[in-house]
């Protein structure tokens, strides 16, 4: 036997369906999402203005979830307040000592410009983590007319204090 909805049901199906369909779709390529995590924590302790300025210096930007913002290219950078954490396949900096105060966390192996692309993070970066897999490079760069070299890091690294990364205007992520 076939059942048939009411009216009102049929219309809240259609639209369950329809919400469905643009999820579906409007959905990020798989190249643009960070690894899948099991992080329960919330960005509250970072104002929406800062996300927003970093969509507002990156054309093409946009915000993907509360504390993700994609790039036009695919890259990305989740933002965070926790103190001490950064996930496995993520190099993690934070403008505190100890792995304390505002977080980036970066999941994509590129090029990023702190002075550009992220306002009030050049020359801020007072400890990070590389947890990237496969014992991963990154390096940390000074603007001086020329991108110098200042720190490297292999993963799997912890530094809890500033170093060369604290004058880096850029960081080429893996």
Request: with cysteine; aromatic share 10%; glycine share 10%.
């Amino acid at each position: 036997m076939i059942r048939t909805l009411s009216r009102p049901r049929r219309v809240v199906a259609a639209a369950a369906m329809a919400l469905l369909a643009v999820i579906s779709f409007s959905s990020p390529a798989s190249a643009d999402v960070p690894p899948p995590t099991t992080s329960n924590w919330t960005v509250d302790a970072w104002s929406d203005g800062a996300l927003d300025s970093m969509v507002a210096a990156n054309p093409g930007a946009r915000r993907i979830s509360q504390d993700t913002v994609i790039f036009a290219d695919g890259g990305g950078v989740k933002a965070a307040p926790a103190a001490g954490t950064c996930l496995y396949r993520y190099l993690c900096v934070w403008k505190g000592l100890g792995y304390n105060g505002a977080k980036l966390m970066f999941w994509k192996c590129e090029f990023r410009n702190f002075g550009a692309e992220y306002p009030g993070w050049s020359d801020a970066i007072r400890s990070y983590q590389n947890h990237q897999s496969g014992g991963a490079v990154s390096v940390f760069y000074d603007w001086q007319g020329r991108w110098i070299e200042v720190e490297r890091t292999r993963a799997i690294e912890d530094i809890p204090v500033e170093r060369g990364a604290g004058r880096a205007d850029g960081v080429q992520v893996c």
